[in-house]
């Protein structure tokens, strides 16, 4: 996230604005306060966050710790002014048009009201600002929660239960792991929350369904960056340095993705900007003569 925000910069940039959507424990927050200004000498990085309190993802109480673990890490910021807990109905508690970018890392496949969370994406962000979201979409074959490859792509609670406990008798999913930490948990049990995990705590978008909302809602989608991922496990693993780089579409690219997608997360990139748009604003036409 830090390499493709800092790829994105717009040159000569001073001081800039992020917010972390469904910021959960902060580390995001603290890294792009950390790293941002040291690979941008001068630059000035005003991060905020926020979170919801009512999409149990998260155990009760974790909003302080994520207080904490910020103004430890971070200091000499009031962080409680800077994080907001609100209710996923809820308006986002900023003005229209403040953020350079808004940011989320592993959040959109738990958001419920995608059009909701875009429509606010678009208000707050400057009309050249820039969404960035790490996020598996509904394409992908793994389901990373509970390690069952397709359990969702179903939408019956029953289907669903009898295929993922179909797959923990395989040895698929974390019912070994869960077993261990409790010994009285029956495979039932563990399969029935499994499932009522995917079915009321995830809801994945398709790769097609997300350009439809995205576009309602004014903001252009990409996916440059989601295959530097891939190159630059590779990099890393012989040793070459890592590099991140919004690229033009080739073919090898398209390729790349169309195969990373139904893999592992990827790098979404929305963009609110409208060249058209701006064009059309620059040269009025002329109103017509009447009379
Ligand atoms: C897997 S956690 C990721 C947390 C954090 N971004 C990170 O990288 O560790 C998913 C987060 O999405 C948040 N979330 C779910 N629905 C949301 C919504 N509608 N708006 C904002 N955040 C949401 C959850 O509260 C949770 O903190």
Partial sequence: MVSVINSCLATGAVEINILDAGCGDGVLMALLSQLLPKLNDKLVVNIFGFDVCDSQVQGTGYFGKTIKLL???????????????IK??????YEGKFFDFVVSNQVLEHVSDHAFFFSEISRVLK?????????PLKDCWHEGHINVPFSHWITD?????????????LGMGKYR????ADVNLTRSQYCIRHTDYILFNTNYISHDELAIVAKRNGLAISFGFTHWLFINKLRSLLSFRLRYKMVNSSALTIFLFWIMKRI?????????????RQELTGHQVAPEKTG
């Fill in 264 to 276: 592992t997360s990827v790098t979404l990139v929305m963009d609110k900007q409208n060249t058209y």
């Fill in 157 to 169: 609670r029953r289907i669903m239960y009898s295929y993922i406990y179909m797959a923990s008798l």
């Fill in 177 to 180: 792991a869960h077993k261990r």
């Fill in 127 to 135: 009309d050249d600002g820039r969404g960035i979201h790490l996020f």
């Fill in 88 to 93: 996923s109905t809820d308006r986002w508690p």
């Fill in 71 to 85: 103004t430890d890490e971070v200091p000499g910021i009031n962080w409680e002014m800077r994080l907001r807990q």
